[in-house]
Protein backbone atom coordinates (compact mmCIF):
# COMPACT_ATOMS: atom_id res chain seq x y z
CA UNK A 1 0.00 0.00 0.00
CA UNK A 2 2.94 2.28 0.56
CA UNK A 3 4.75 1.87 -2.47
CA UNK A 4 1.45 2.11 -4.50
CA UNK A 5 0.84 5.58 -2.52
CA UNK A 6 4.47 6.49 -3.20
CA UNK A 7 4.29 5.82 -7.03
CA UNK A 8 1.58 7.68 -7.12
CA UNK A 9 2.76 10.83 -5.43
CA UNK A 10 5.92 10.31 -8.00
CA UNK A 11 4.10 10.64 -10.64
CA UNK A 12 2.54 13.63 -9.14
CA UNK A 13 5.47 15.25 -9.07
CA UNK A 14 6.75 14.56 -12.28
CA UNK A 15 3.95 15.65 -14.20
CA UNK A 16 3.87 18.62 -12.13
CA UNK A 17 7.49 19.73 -13.11
CA UNK A 18 7.12 18.37 -16.53
CA UNK A 19 4.62 20.99 -16.90
CA UNK A 20 6.81 23.76 -15.16
CA UNK A 21 9.06 22.76 -17.94
CA UNK A 22 12.25 21.40 -15.40
CA UNK A 23 14.29 18.74 -16.62
CA UNK A 24 15.54 17.14 -13.50
CA UNK A 25 18.51 15.61 -14.85
CA UNK A 26 19.92 18.99 -16.18
CA UNK A 27 20.27 20.17 -12.47
CA UNK A 28 22.25 19.13 -9.51
CA UNK A 29 21.52 16.87 -6.70
CA UNK A 30 21.18 19.93 -4.23
CA UNK A 31 18.72 22.06 -6.69
CA UNK A 32 16.92 18.55 -8.05
CA UNK A 33 15.70 17.73 -4.21
CA UNK A 34 14.97 21.30 -3.58
CA UNK A 35 12.51 21.39 -7.07
CA UNK A 36 11.28 17.85 -5.72
CA UNK A 37 10.42 18.88 -2.32
CA UNK A 38 8.79 22.29 -3.41
CA UNK A 39 6.86 20.51 -6.18
CA UNK A 40 5.40 18.00 -3.32
CA UNK A 41 4.16 21.10 -1.43
CA UNK A 42 2.33 22.31 -4.30
CA UNK A 43 0.50 19.06 -4.28
CA UNK A 44 -0.38 19.06 -1.10
CA UNK A 45 -1.67 22.41 -1.11
CA UNK A 46 -3.60 21.53 -4.33
CA UNK A 47 -4.74 19.16 -2.53
CA UNK A 48 -6.45 20.75 0.77
CA UNK A 49 -7.50 23.23 -1.27
CA UNK A 50 -9.83 20.70 -2.66
CA UNK A 51 -10.97 19.41 0.02
CA UNK A 52 -11.32 22.61 2.08
CA UNK A 53 -13.87 23.44 -1.21
CA UNK A 54 -15.65 20.45 -0.79
CA UNK A 55 -16.20 21.36 2.79
CA UNK A 56 -17.47 24.38 2.03
CA UNK A 57 -19.27 23.16 -0.30
CA UNK A 58 -21.14 20.87 2.25
CA UNK A 59 -21.14 23.91 4.54
CA UNK A 60 -23.81 25.84 2.01
CA UNK A 61 -25.82 22.99 1.51
CA UNK A 62 -26.18 22.71 5.29
CA UNK A 63 -26.87 26.74 5.27
CA UNK A 64 -29.33 26.72 3.06
CA UNK A 65 -31.45 23.68 4.05
CA UNK A 66 -34.36 23.84 6.95
CA UNK A 67 -33.15 22.47 9.54
CA UNK A 68 -36.04 19.98 9.71
CA UNK A 69 -37.03 19.50 6.36
CA UNK A 70 -35.04 18.46 3.30
CA UNK A 71 -36.18 22.01 1.60
CA UNK A 72 -34.49 25.58 1.39
CA UNK A 73 -34.88 27.48 4.43
CA UNK A 74 -36.47 31.09 4.30
CA UNK A 75 -33.28 32.78 4.07
CA UNK A 76 -32.29 31.02 0.96
CA UNK A 77 -35.71 30.85 -0.46
CA UNK A 78 -35.79 34.61 -0.88
CA UNK A 79 -32.22 34.49 -2.21
CA UNK A 80 -33.70 31.74 -5.06
CA UNK A 81 -37.11 33.98 -5.45
CA UNK A 82 -34.48 36.92 -6.09
CA UNK A 83 -32.94 35.15 -8.45
CA UNK A 84 -36.24 34.33 -10.38
CA UNK A 85 -37.01 37.83 -10.21
CA UNK A 86 -33.72 38.70 -12.13
CA UNK A 87 -34.61 35.69 -14.73
CA UNK A 88 -38.12 36.72 -15.29
CA UNK A 89 -37.14 40.38 -15.65
CA UNK A 90 -34.18 39.82 -18.16
CA UNK A 91 -36.43 37.52 -20.31
CA UNK A 92 -40.12 38.77 -19.54
CA UNK A 93 -40.69 35.21 -18.38
CA UNK A 94 -44.30 34.62 -16.53
CA UNK A 95 -43.31 34.16 -12.39
CA UNK A 96 -45.55 32.98 -9.95
CA UNK A 97 -45.67 32.15 -6.09
CA UNK A 98 -47.65 30.73 -3.61
CA UNK A 99 -47.96 30.56 0.11
CA UNK A 100 -48.79 27.84 2.21
CA UNK A 101 -50.25 28.14 6.13
CA UNK A 102 -51.38 25.06 7.64
CA UNK A 103 -54.37 24.32 9.52
CA UNK A 104 -54.73 23.25 12.97
CA UNK A 105 -50.86 23.07 13.08
CA UNK A 106 -51.00 24.28 16.71
CA UNK A 107 -53.96 21.34 17.49
CA UNK A 108 -51.25 18.59 16.79
CA UNK A 109 -48.61 19.54 18.91
CA UNK A 110 -50.95 20.66 21.88
CA UNK A 111 -52.84 16.83 21.46
CA UNK A 112 -50.05 14.79 20.89
CA UNK A 113 -46.69 16.34 21.18
CA UNK A 114 -43.92 18.77 19.11
CA UNK A 115 -42.14 15.14 17.77
CA UNK A 116 -46.00 14.32 15.32
CA UNK A 117 -45.76 18.58 14.72
CA UNK A 118 -42.30 17.65 13.17
CA UNK A 119 -43.80 14.39 11.83
CA UNK A 120 -46.26 16.63 9.94
CA UNK A 121 -43.82 19.48 8.42
CA UNK A 122 -41.88 16.72 6.68
CA UNK A 123 -45.43 15.22 5.58
CA UNK A 124 -45.83 18.12 4.18
CA UNK A 125 -42.46 19.05 2.72
CA UNK A 126 -42.56 15.88 0.90
CA UNK A 127 -46.02 16.15 -0.60
CA UNK A 128 -44.58 19.75 -2.02
CA UNK A 129 -41.20 18.02 -3.32
CA UNK A 130 -43.38 15.11 -4.87
CA UNK A 131 -45.66 17.59 -6.58
CA UNK A 132 -43.53 20.24 -8.06
CA UNK A 133 -40.97 20.47 -10.75
CA UNK A 134 -37.40 20.16 -9.81
CA UNK A 135 -37.05 23.64 -11.62
CA UNK A 136 -39.51 24.95 -8.59
CA UNK A 137 -37.81 26.59 -5.54
CA UNK A 138 -40.18 24.96 -2.15
CA UNK A 139 -39.15 26.19 1.14
CA UNK A 140 -40.10 26.47 4.84
CA UNK A 141 -40.73 29.81 5.61
CA UNK A 142 -41.29 28.97 9.45
CA UNK A 143 -43.28 27.70 11.70
CA UNK A 144 -45.91 25.91 9.66
CA UNK A 145 -45.75 28.05 6.63
CA UNK A 146 -44.02 27.11 3.15
CA UNK A 147 -43.33 28.67 -0.31
CA UNK A 148 -43.15 27.34 -3.73
CA UNK A 149 -42.23 29.44 -6.79
CA UNK A 150 -43.18 28.80 -9.88
CA UNK A 151 -41.07 29.79 -12.99
CA UNK A 152 -42.91 30.03 -16.63
CA UNK A 153 -45.82 29.35 -14.73
CA UNK A 154 -49.40 30.76 -16.23
CA UNK A 155 -51.81 32.04 -13.73
CA UNK A 156 -54.25 28.76 -14.49
CA UNK A 157 -51.20 26.65 -13.69
CA UNK A 158 -50.50 28.28 -10.38
CA UNK A 159 -54.26 28.16 -9.65
CA UNK A 160 -54.16 24.90 -10.51
CA UNK A 161 -51.34 23.64 -8.51
CA UNK A 162 -52.02 25.90 -5.56
CA UNK A 163 -55.93 23.70 -5.69
CA UNK A 164 -53.43 20.22 -6.11
CA UNK A 165 -51.15 21.05 -3.26
CA UNK A 166 -54.13 22.26 -1.03
CA UNK A 167 -56.22 19.24 -1.83
CA UNK A 168 -53.53 16.79 -0.87
CA UNK A 169 -52.11 18.48 2.17
CA UNK A 170 -56.42 18.18 3.61
CA UNK A 171 -56.12 14.77 3.52
CA UNK A 172 -53.44 14.45 6.03
CA UNK A 173 -54.75 13.41 9.62
CA UNK A 174 -53.23 13.04 12.39
CA UNK A 175 -54.37 10.71 15.26
CA UNK A 176 -52.86 8.27 17.93
CA UNK A 177 -54.43 4.64 18.19
CA UNK A 178 -53.21 4.64 21.79
CA UNK A 179 -55.57 6.67 23.00
CA UNK A 180 -58.81 6.66 21.48
CA UNK A 181 -59.79 9.65 23.70
CA UNK A 182 -57.64 11.80 21.52
CA UNK A 183 -59.81 13.18 18.75
CA UNK A 184 -57.78 12.77 15.28
CA UNK A 185 -56.87 16.09 13.57
CA UNK A 186 -57.34 16.85 10.29
CA UNK A 187 -54.50 18.81 8.50
CA UNK A 188 -55.73 21.76 6.45
CA UNK A 189 -53.63 24.18 3.94
CA UNK A 190 -54.73 27.84 2.99
CA UNK A 191 -52.57 28.74 -0.17
CA UNK A 192 -52.15 32.16 -1.52
CA UNK A 193 -50.79 32.84 -5.21
CA UNK A 194 -48.83 36.18 -5.72
CA UNK A 195 -48.09 36.92 -9.86
CA UNK A 196 -44.66 38.98 -9.95
CA UNK A 197 -45.26 41.95 -11.46
CA UNK A 198 -42.56 44.62 -12.85
CA UNK A 199 -40.78 45.97 -10.47
CA UNK A 200 -41.49 43.93 -7.54
CA UNK A 201 -38.72 42.62 -5.22
CA UNK A 202 -38.92 39.34 -2.95
CA UNK A 203 -39.66 40.89 -0.13
CA UNK A 204 -43.46 42.40 -1.87
CA UNK A 205 -43.98 39.25 -3.72
CA UNK A 206 -44.18 37.17 -0.42
CA UNK A 207 -45.97 39.34 1.48
CA UNK A 208 -48.20 39.76 -1.51
CA UNK A 209 -48.61 35.95 -1.42
CA UNK A 210 -48.88 35.92 2.24
CA UNK A 211 -51.99 38.54 1.95
CA UNK A 212 -53.64 36.18 -0.17
CA UNK A 213 -53.30 33.25 1.88
CA UNK A 214 -54.82 35.03 4.81
CA UNK A 215 -57.83 35.48 2.36
CA UNK A 216 -58.21 32.40 1.09
CA UNK A 217 -57.97 30.94 4.59
CA UNK A 218 -61.03 33.31 5.49
CA UNK A 219 -62.95 32.15 2.42
CA UNK A 220 -62.39 28.62 3.35
CA UNK A 221 -63.78 29.12 6.82
CA UNK A 222 -66.77 31.12 5.69
CA UNK A 223 -67.48 28.43 3.31
CA UNK A 224 -67.22 25.40 5.76
CA UNK A 225 -66.05 24.45 8.51
CA UNK A 226 -62.76 23.19 8.83
CA UNK A 227 -61.85 20.03 10.64
CA UNK A 228 -61.37 20.09 13.94
Do not use: Y
Not at 164 to 175: F, G, K, R
Amino acid sequence: MTEEFHQVSQDQRRALLDILGVDLDALGLRERAALEALSEEVIALRDEVARLRIELSDAELLADNDALCPIFNRRAFEREVRREIALADRFRTPLSLIFIDLDHFKKVNDAFGHAAGDDVLMRVSDILLQNTRETDIVGRLGGDEFGVVLAHASHADTVAKAAQLTTLIDQLVVCNGDENHVAPVHIGASCGIAEWQDGQGADTLIALGDQDMFAQKARRKSARPLHV
